[in-house]
């Protein structure tokens, strides 16, 4: 460059020895378009005498001349190239290279273009380990870095600098691209489940600046292509999820597998495939808890049946649920401990102790188990209820002296039910029937005993009042442990009366009172 700018002030000064604004005029063109030629190429090519840089090959003159090779040195002007950039510039005709002409010789050579076949064994070729030459003979190499040389025609011609021929070999330089790599990958989640989809995250990376870089993925479902080839363009060196499965794509079982690779446009990566991944089962989801309601403090029933809502699961597997009940919040102890229950409730077999409860259900799949519930709690207390089923007796009209009982059901007896959560005791006691002196209360002619139900062994019978008692207005017992559970919680109260011999005929009435207490 120095030594052409040196030639060009040198042209300078003879054109102002010619004087007038002429010569003026020719050297203002001059200068701007070597400026623009210099400052704007990448490649620079040049006929010197004394080369610096790359020496393509010789021409005997600037103008009308044989070329040689550059291994040989009969010629003293070289073709010399040079890119501004950094880019390598040599003379391979291995690699990237482009072939520019065709010698006859190794020296005192005619040439031809490349794409005639009569001197092949000589080649002037320009090349680059890092870059890539585009290179075309034109008529004007203005859209391009540099013109080399010119030729006089397409075979067995001359050559010259660039201005002698009308057919020029002008030439462009790039920088080599270089193909993306992808440097990370990852899929997730870790485990794979028919509920959740499967995601593909990639990194790609290139070392060119301002290339488009596109991510590109295809699935794979048991070997067989799930969907379309999926495109994402990326930007350079983040980390970007480029595509994700479809849950609804697979099921339990199935293997999945990602081919990805990637492209700038030029050149792609290599295909690579991930990892495979196996579909597990989805377990089944968590229930939510029905009866016994949460924090009941007054909870009665002894056998109660355990209620929830019914799993869900994702892939259609029978369910089957596990109850666990314990006297702890820790749920420290198994007090009920049921598995394989295959409906969505349980009813408790034998009777609870009176107790603070806490429970919770999970579900199974015959794969594993699904969360557990929240843990709710009761807390069971005991409760007396006594109940008469049949709660009057009608003697109708009696008269002096008649005695009637309830023993052959005519009038009924009194049924009385313990409809409460424990055994219990029950006493008697009436107000008075007869107005008589003689027949008050503590008197046989007003009697009571128990006896059995249709419901037998419902209560003591050794220990109970089961033979005529009189009747009293303080409580006498009458049963001993009558039971609670629904087959045999009946007893029988019979009724024995006799209207003494100086009762007045009216109507009698008498309230009876039960009274029960914890066994």
């Not at 006089?152 to 001359?158: Q, R, V």
């Not at 419901?455 to 001993?480: L, P, R």
Request: charged share 20%; glycine share 4%.
């Amino acid at each position: 460059m120095l030594e052409r700018q040196t030639k060009i002030k040198e042209k300078r000064i003879a054109l102002n020895k010619r004087g007038g604004a002429l010569g003026f005029f020719i050297f203002f063109i001059l200068i701007f378009f070597i400026s623009s030629y210099v400052v704007d190429t990448a490649l620079l090519c040049e006929v010197v005498t004394n080369c610096n840089n790359t020496d393509i090959f010789h021409i005997s003159n600037q103008t009308n001349a044989h070329a040689e090779l550059n291994n040989n040195s009969n010629y003293v002007y070289e073709v010399c190239c040079n890119d501004t950039t950094g880019l390598d510039v040599g003379t391979s005709c291995a690699g990237e290279y482009f072939t520019l002409l065709h010698l006859s010789n190794q020296t005192n050579a005619h040439v031809e273009l490349n794409n005639e076949s009569n001197y092949n064994d000589f080649s002037v070729c320009i090349s680059s380990s890092d870059g890539l030459f585009n290179c075309s003979y034109e008529t004007s190499c203005d859209n391009y870095d540099t013109c080399i040389a010119s030729v006089s025609g397409s075979t067995n011609a001359h050559v010259g600098n660039c201005t002698d021929y009308a057919t020029k070999i002008c030439c462009n330089i790039t920088a080599a691209n270089t193909p993306p790599t992808i440097i990370a990958n990852t899929t997730k989640p870790d485990n794979v489940y028919t509920n959740t989809d499967w995601i593909l995250n990639l990194t790609v990376t290139d070392p060119d600046a301002g290339d488009i870089l596109t991510a590109y993925t295809q699935f794979y479902v048991n070997g067989t292509a799930s969907g379309s080839e999926h495109s994402l363009v990326v930007s350079d060196n983040v980390n970007t999820n480029v595509a994700n499965l479809s849950s609804s794509g697979f099921g339990k079982g199935a293997t999945l597998i990602a081919e990805f690779w990637a492209g700038d446009a030029t050149e792609n990566t290599t295909k690579y495939n991930t990892t495979e991944a196996t579909v597990l089962n989805s377990l089944p989801s968590a229930v939510n808890l029905s009866y016994p309601e949460n924090n009941d403090s007054l909870f009665l029933n002894r056998t109660p049946k355990f209620n929830w809502t019914e799993a869900i699961d994702e892939d259609n597997d029978s369910i089957t649920y596990h109850l666990h009940v314990s006297l702890t919040e820790e749920m420290s102890d198994n007090t009920i401990n049921e598995t394989g229950i295959t409906n969505n409730y349980y009813i408790q077999p034998s009777e609870l102790e009176f107790a603070t409860y806490y429970w919770r259900v999970r579900a199974n799949d015959s794969d594993g188990y699904g969360e557990w519930s929240e843990t709710w709690n009761f807390t069971l207390v005991p409760s007396i209820s006594l109940v008469l089923r049949e709660d009057s007796i009608n003697f109708g009209a009696m008269e002096i002296l008649e005695i009637n009982d309830t023993t052959n059901d005519n009038p009924q007896p009194l049924l009385l039910e313990n409809d409460g959560n424990i055994d219990v005791n029950v006493s008697i006691k009436s107000t008075s029937l007869w107005s008589s002196s003689s027949a008050h209360l503590n008197t046989s002619y007003f009697q009571f005993k128990a006896a059995n139900s249709t419901e037998e062994n419902s209560f003591n019978w050794e220990e109970s009042q089961t033979s005529w008692a009189d009747m009293s207005d303080i409580f006498k017992k009458i049963i001993d442990t009558l039971k609670r559970n629904d087959e045999n919680d009946l007893a029988r109260i019979d009724i024995r009366v006799e209207v003494p011999s100086d009762e007045p005929p009216t109507s009698k009435i008498a309230n009876i009172t039960f009274y029960g207490e914890e066994q």
